[in-house]
């Protein structure tokens, strides 16, 4: 059965740093696109980053420049450095992982607040 474990959220002020992390005990080559999506309260979720086993990487428009996405297919972690965070970014971080199937973590909240 395939986990994710999602780390790093926390309280930040705005413009500050974090770094998330997704990590998994099964080997994430096997999966074709590794992703993190986030969810405010009242809002859709939405794709924040994600990146293919190539190291092809997307982002959603509004996160464009801040973060970054990377992987460490020995450490079986994905990562999401967030930089330059604003309140709009305040919201419950979710890693998913899909091949045949879609997977997700529990979720790590980051608030972004002064």
């Known amino acids: 059965q395939v986990q994710l474990v999602e780390s790093g959220g926390g309280l930040v002020q705005p413009g500050g740093s974090l770094r998330l992390s997704c990590s998994t005990s099964?080997?994430?080559?096997?999966?074709?696109?590794m992703a993190w999506y986030r969810q405010a309260p009242g809002k859709q979720r939405e794709l924040v980053a994600g990146?293919?086993?190539?190291?092809?990487?997307n982002y959603a428009d509004s996160v464009k420049g801040r973060f970054t996405i990377s992987r460490d297919n020995a450490k079986n972690t994905v990562y999401l450095r967030m930089n330059s965070l604003k309140p709009e970014d305040t919201a419950l971080y979710y890693c998913?992982?899909?091949?045949?199937?879609?997977?997700w973590g529990q979720g790590t909240q980051v608030t972004v607040s002064s």
């Open positions: 998913n992982a899909r091949s045949l199937m879609n997977y």
């Open positions: 099964t080997n994430i080559r096997a999966f074709d696109t």
């Open positions: 990146i293919t086993t190539s190291g092809r990487t």
